[in-house]
């Protein structure tokens, strides 16, 4: 929790029995016997005398309430909480920064220190540290001054602050930055290959992408397994990889093989057996043999390699610059009509019209009211959105839960959500 009102209000008693016999003191006014109201028929001296003291006495009170536990509280924004589903608030704060719960405890910012607290909202790893980033695998990446390690649940450092850079660990593994360059390393901080890279990705089935002097690939143990000195690569995607050689993109498979020889001006990620690509003025999609498998209407692209792949039979293409979905007959059963348009999950995709941002379903039916809010999908039943210049959660039938309105607020993850309420 933050810290008790009592504490707060103990010292800033302290602060105005202290600042008040300080300006007696340190300056020689008259306190006892200050300017009254002049009558009309006064001097202009008079009255600016008394403008000045009052002027003075403004200050001094706006110091103090600046002084004053809530005020100092809202000062550094310190008006972070958490609420259950229902709209509760179960951790009252207040927290200058809050982020979601991961692996059973949430990163909190008090006093500008990153700290972690659990779900009775008790700090268990205390806030001291210049930066943090979230639980993975009982594992926190933390900094101290302008370096980075990290720490167990308990506050106890697993790795000491060493490197001037770490990612967030998954399944034990870790990049992190020597002097210059990245490595990968495991969760004692041991290096599990040479700090030899500019660039590395995150991993995708098994692979990441890496980069020195051209793209590779590296395992879990750190091998350099695809040295394809390549001038870009994407991720791996249902066994294949888009690879761009000597400014053309084509798709290699995990031993290396150029499956689907490098031709296209562009090329995306495979889902669902196919993947779009560019050639000269045309955007179609192909098979993992590199056959045509749909043809586009003239004019029809695809603008993200990752969102434009097939989920859930369907896939978004771009029309006369506005997006609908077809399926693998490369027929629209959406018409274009968005300005931006996300892959179906669970039946549902977000979708950005004009400003406003909603949920449809396979149909086009709103899921959501529009709003303003970029939409981050649902979590746990819940989706994080804004209306005009407030934010809240809805659930899947567009119901707003608990308040309305928030300054903002995160993502819910396990069973709470932090919200900013000024």
């Known amino acids: 929790m933050g810290p008790s009102t009592g504490a707060g209000q103990s010292v800033t008693l302290n602060l105005h029995s202290f600042i008040v016999p300080f300006f007696v003191q340190k300056f020689p006014l008259r306190w006892a016997s200050m300017p009254q109201l002049a009558p009309a028929s006064n001097s202009r ?229 196919l993947a779009w690509v560019e050639e000269g003025e045309k955007c179609f999609f192909i098979d993992k043999s590199g056959k045509t498998a749909i043809t586009l209407p003239p004019g029809a692209v695809c603008r993200d390699r990752s969102h434009d792949k097939f989920s859930e039979g369907l896939a978004s293409v771009s029309l006369n610059r506005k997006l609908g979905y077809i399926d693998k007959t490369g027929r629209f059963v959406i018409q274009p009509q968005y300005d931006q348009a996300g892959p179906f999950h669970n039946g549902v995709a977000f979708v950005l019209k004009g400003r406003l941002y909603t949920t449809i379903d396979k149909n086009n039916k709103l899921l959501l009211p529009p709003s303003f809010g970029i939409p981050q999908g649902f979590c746990e039943g819940l989706a994080r959105v804004q209306f005009g210049s407030g934010y809240g959660y809805a659930d899947a039938s567009g119901k707003l839960i608990g308040k309305s309105k928030y300054v903002e607020c995160k993502q819910f993850s396990e069973g709470m959500g932090a919200v900013r309420e000024h």
């Open 45 to 273: 001296s008079a009255v600016s005398a008394g403008c000045r003291w009052a002027a003075l006495l403004l200050s001094f009170a706006l110091f103090c309430v600046v002084l004053s536990p809530a005020a100092s509280s809202h000062a550094l924004g310190e008006s972070w909480a958490y609420v259950d589903k229902t709209g509760k608030k179960v951790i009252p704060g207040p927290f200058s920064k809050a982020s979601s719960f991961c692996d059973g405890l949430a990163r909190v910012e008090s006093k500008e220190k990153w700290g972690f607290i659990d779900k009775t909202g008790k700090f268990v790893v205390p806030a001291k540290f210049d930066g943090a980033q979230d639980f993975v695998d009982g594992v926190a990446v933390v900094q101290m001054g302008e370096l980075w390690g990290a720490i167990d649940k308990t506050g106890k450092y697993v790795i000491k602050p060493t490197f001037r850079g770490i990612q967030n660990f998954d399944h034990g593994l870790s990049t992190a930055c020597g002097d210059s360059d990245w490595g990968l390393i495991n969760k004692q901080g041991k290096f599990l290959c040479k700090p030899c890279y500019t660039t590395i990705g995150d991993f995708h089935e098994g692979l990441a992408p890496a980069e020195n002097q051209g793209w590779g690939f590296i395992d879990r143990q750190g091998k350099l397994v695809l040295d394809l000195k390549s001038e870009s690569a994407r991720d791996f995607s249902e066994g294949l990889v888009a690879v761009q050689k000597a400014g053309k993109w084509g798709y290699v498979d995990r031993s290396g093989k150029w499956i689907v020889q490098p031709r296209y001006n562009d090329a995306g990620d495979f889902g669902e057996g």
